[in-house]
């Protein structure tokens, strides 16, 4: 099975490269034109520029209102169709608009006119949207300058499957759902009583079935103001393990909540941001008594493996430089490291998380040992354990045999509620 790789918000090149793009076209100023978006015909959206747009849009003039690159299709000078695609493609940062479940993801950013068009509004219609973590009934209007880094949720649907801030397809079933809200609320919950953060503030959630052309199975999102949780064309057998591998990732994508977008400066931010989430996955899932120690163990371990078949003579800095690191090497290796962090630490769960959310946080000076707790990764690392966890194959398998015992004789890190 080919997993999808998790297209969060933490592609810095991506969005340079987006606003390369923008900035790269030579068009006169859009004044206050208004971009109205709906679902359109046959699994597309429609978006039709109106008010003082035509007469002062950037599109009008050249009459091109997006890049070309971008795939929006231009039916009239009024008129623009972007087809729906939920086929995410390795390279690609985001997903730009898909159908999800009976409703519409659109990741707005790849929307914005080109040219000066700060001043445009774009203006969402549909029965349901989902914008920042709440609902709206008919239309929403949204300024181009509040959309950096969002997505946003529409559908048109009789009677959504919706609780709260979150949407879920219609197409899963009923008891599966039930299951997955009260999973859901269970992690929410704990990360607001035992890590004092509540990570849903303005944040939606959307979780589908997906069914594409694309040839594969497996499951993915992005971790915007929506988080979105899709499984793309799950066999019989995948379909059997799906809640857990939903709750899995709804975890996973919360603890990117924890994560200052200064992590990201650091040439190993992937590392540091997939790595200390799918740690704290394990963590809280075990914490909160959704898997057992057993299982938690057995997870990381499974890891281990995994990170020890992709490694090879070269040291994880080496790999990084030739852009040669398997998509899946962040999560796995990463969330390795973060346990030969803890087991050498000396610290209690509690403790070892509390300076893991300052570290987080992009406080570069989050403890005063921090030289062997090395959370940041950092190269004047003194910890000789997680110096070989980043090194050649041979040192990186040394380590883990320490790992596996550490594990076999103490226990999994422990959670207490803070209030
Ligand atoms: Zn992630």
Redesign the pocket.
């Known amino acids: 099975m080919r997993f999808l790789r998790?297209k969060?918000k933490?592609s810095v090149l991506g969005r340079l490269a987006l606003l390369a793009t923008c900035i790269a076209i030579p068009v006169p100023t859009y004044a206050n034109g208004e971009l109205l978006i709906s679902e359109g015909p046959a699994g597309q959206i429609r978006i039709e520029v109106a008010g003082s747009a035509l007469d002062t849009a950037c599109a009008a003039k050249n009459g091109q209102l997006f890049s070309e690159r971008l795939g929006i299709k231009k039916l009239n000078d009024g008129v623009y169709l972007q087809p729906l695609n939920s086929v995410v493609e390795d390279d690609a940062n985001y997903l730009k608009a898909a159908r999800m479940g009976g409703g519409v993801y659109m990741h707005l950013p790849y929307f914005v006119p080109a040219g000066k068009c700060k001043d445009a509004i774009f203006e969402v219609r549909a029965r349901r949207i989902l914008w920042n973590g709440k609902w709206y009934n008919g239309a929403i209007k949204i300024s181009v300058g509040e959309v950096r880094q969002k997505s946003i949720f529409f559908t048109n649907e009789d009677a959504p499957q919706v609780k709260g801030a979150s949407y879920f397809d219609a197409s899963i079933p009923a008891a599966t759902r039930v299951r997955l809200e009260a999973d859901f609320s269970r992690i929410v919950d704990f990360y607001q009583d035992v890590l004092g953060v509540y990570p849903l503030d303005d944040i939606g959630i959307v979780v589908a079935i997906v069914r594409n052309h694309g040839g594969y199975s497996g499951f993915g999102g992005d971790?915007l103001n929506i988080i979105r949780i899709s499984y793309d064309n799950p066999t019989l057998k995948d379909l059997a393990t799906f809640d857990w591998v939903i709750t899995a990732t709804f975890t996973?994508?919360l603890?990117?909540k924890l994560q200052s977008e200064r992590i990201f400066l650091n040439p190993l931010g992937r590392q540091i941001?997939?790595g200390s989430?799918?740690f704290i996955k394990i963590v809280i899932l075990r914490n909160a008594g959704l898997i057992d120690e057993a299982e938690a163990k057995r997870r990381i371990l499974s890891s281990a493996a995994k990170c020890a078949a992709l490694a090879d003579s070269r040291s994880l800095v080496e790999k990084v430089r030739s852009g040669g690191v398997n998509y899946r090497e962040p999560?796995d290796c990463g969330m390795v490291y973060y346990f030969v962090s803890y087991y050498s630490s000396g610290y209690s769960g509690t403790e070892y998380l509390q300076v893991l959310q300052r570290a987080l946080s992009g406080d570069v000076d989050y403890s005063q040992e921090k030289a062997s707790m090395c959370m940041l990764f950092e190269p004047e690392c003194s910890n000789n354990r997680l110096k070989g966890i980043v090194g050649n194959k041979e040192q990186y398998l040394q380590q883990i045999d320490w790992l596996a015992a550490q594990l076999d004789a103490r226990p999994f890190p422990s959670l207490e509620r803070r209030k």
Request: glycine letters at 0%; hydrophobic letters at 40%.
């Open positions: 998790l969060e933490f971790s996973h994508e603890a990117h941001a997939e989430a799918d999560y």
